[in-house]
């Protein structure tokens, strides 16, 4: 999670082994990742799978993880402290309104929890198995979830949800994004992306995105993930992983392959054979006719 008023300071999280269990842990570089600082979170088995940094106050900094742990920092991550009243499940995503920073929104695999007052408490507005929220900056009452039975919408700030899951060919959806008064974007485990018109209020399908199938296992990985792939006809097929800020990391194929299942491996290195550090990262697979994007999310 890069901080969205000064680019050089990045936030990881993730988990360390502290000689009994793994532990919750975030950690922070100020230089671009030249070097960093780690803080640990918990004492007992949990992990970071979220990070939020406040636009109006980079120094407020929410992290969210498995079993319902939620840490806030109002210092830059100096000190951190928790934050997770009435909150449940794992916290798989955090967002933040841009106009309302005290109201946050948490996706976990119990719903989709809101908070009015910064996070000092938490309530349940609905869904299940969330994995995605996103906030449309233009109407932030609009609110999406990514669950594994599809995406909701809600008009009124989380007051209530609507399924729209028409031309979704798989339900099993997993992130989210948005071009402001055009699109919402979704991604889906092993079906690659799906656009849905804001101004029409419906789908709009790319055939050739619907049919391929692209996914990756495990994710989160440890270090090794499995890219499979399939090929409708013999073609050129490139698939290349990037950091979240669009920066190629490696290139894992480049060649042409016959039709059919393929697979490629990323051992979480980039191009030089050095470890990359935790966190989400990209990998597009293009053809001729197709390009495809899943999100991979490296804890080691």
Same mark, same amino acid.
């Given at each position: 999670?890069?901080? @969205?008023?000064?680019?050089?300071?990045?936030?990881? =999280?993730? #988990?360390?082994?502290?000689?009994?269990? #793994?532990?919750?842990?975030?950690?922070?570089?100020?230089?671009?990742?030249?070097? +960093?600082?780690?803080?640990?979170?918990?004492?007992?088995?949990?992990?970071?799978?979220?990070?939020?940094?406040?636009?109006?106050?980079?120094?407020?900094?929410?992290?969210? =993880?498995?079993?319902?742990?939620?840490?806030?920092?109002?210092?830059?991550?100096?000190?951190?402290?928790?934050?997770?009243?009435?909150?449940?499940?794992?916290?798989?995503? $955090?967002?933040?309104?841009?106009?309302?920073?005290?109201?946050?929104?948490?996706?976990?695999?119990?719903?989709?929890?809101?908070?009015?007052?910064?996070?000092?408490? +938490?309530?349940? !507005?609905?869904?299940?198995?969330?994995?995605?929220?996103?906030?449309? @900056?233009?109407?932030?009452? %609009? $609110?999406?979830?990514?669950?594994?039975? *599809?995406?909701?919408?809600?008009?009124?700030?989380?007051?209530?949800?609507? &399924? /729209?899951? !028409?031309? &979704?060919?798989?339900?099993?959806?997993?992130?989210? =994004? $948005?071009?402001?008064?055009? #699109?919402?974007?979704?991604?889906?485990?092993?079906?690659?992306?799906?656009?849905?018109?804001?101004?029409?209020?419906?789908?709009?399908?790319?055939?050739?995105?619907?049919?391929?199938?692209?996914?990756?296992?495990?994710? @989160?990985?440890?270090?090794?993930?499995?890219?499979?792939? %399939?090929?409708?006809?013999?073609?050129?097929?490139?698939?290349?992983? #990037?950091?979240?800020? *669009?920066?190629?990391?490696?290139?894992?194929?480049?060649?042409?392959?016959?039709?059919? /299942?393929?697979?490629?491996?990323?051992?979480?290195?980039?191009?030089?054979?050095?470890?990359?550090?935790?966190?989400?990262?990209?990998? %597009?697979?293009?053809?001729?006719?197709?390009?495809?994007?899943?999100? &991979?999310? &490296?804890?080691?």
């Amino acid at each position: 999670m890069i901080d @969205p008023n000064n680019n050089s300071v990045i936030y990881t =999280g993730g #988990y360390v082994y502290n000689g009994s269990t #793994y532990v919750m842990v975030v950690s922070k570089s100020t230089n671009g990742g030249t070097t +960093w600082e780690r803080d640990t979170l918990t004492t007992t088995y949990s992990m970071c799978c979220a990070l939020a940094v406040d636009k109006g106050n980079s120094n407020v900094v929410y992290a969210g =993880g498995y079993n319902g742990y939620l840490f806030k920092t109002t210092n830059g991550g100096v000190t951190w402290f928790s934050s997770a009243t009435g909150l449940s499940g794992t916290i798989y995503d $955090i967002k933040i309104g841009s106009t309302k920073a005290n109201t946050i929104y948490a996706g976990t695999s119990s719903g989709v929890f809101k908070s009015t007052n910064a996070g000092a408490n +938490w309530t349940n !507005t609905g869904c299940t198995n969330v994995q995605a929220v996103l906030i449309n @900056p233009t109407n932030e009452n %609009e $609110i999406y979830a990514a669950t594994s039975a *599809g995406v909701y919408k809600s008009t009124s700030g989380g007051g209530g949800w609507t &399924l /729209m899951n !028409t031309g &979704l060919q798989n339900t099993n959806t997993t992130s989210l =994004g $948005i071009n402001p008064n055009n #699109y919402v974007f979704v991604g889906t485990a092993g079906s690659c992306m799906y656009r849905w018109n804001i101004m029409v209020g419906a789908e709009e399908q790319n055939e050739n995105i619907l049919k391929i199938k692209f996914s990756a296992s495990p994710n @989160p990985s440890q270090g090794r993930t499995v890219i499979a792939y %399939e090929l409708r006809k013999k073609e050129r097929v490139n698939i290349s992983v #990037y950091d979240i800020q *669009g920066r190629l990391l490696k290139n894992l194929v480049n060649s042409v392959q016959d039709k059919g /299942m393929h697979s490629a491996i990323w051992d979480g290195t980039d191009d030089k054979g050095a470890r990359v550090a935790d966190g989400i990262y990209f990998c %597009e697979m293009s053809t001729g006719e197709v390009q495809a994007i899943n999100k &991979l999310i &490296l804890v080691r």
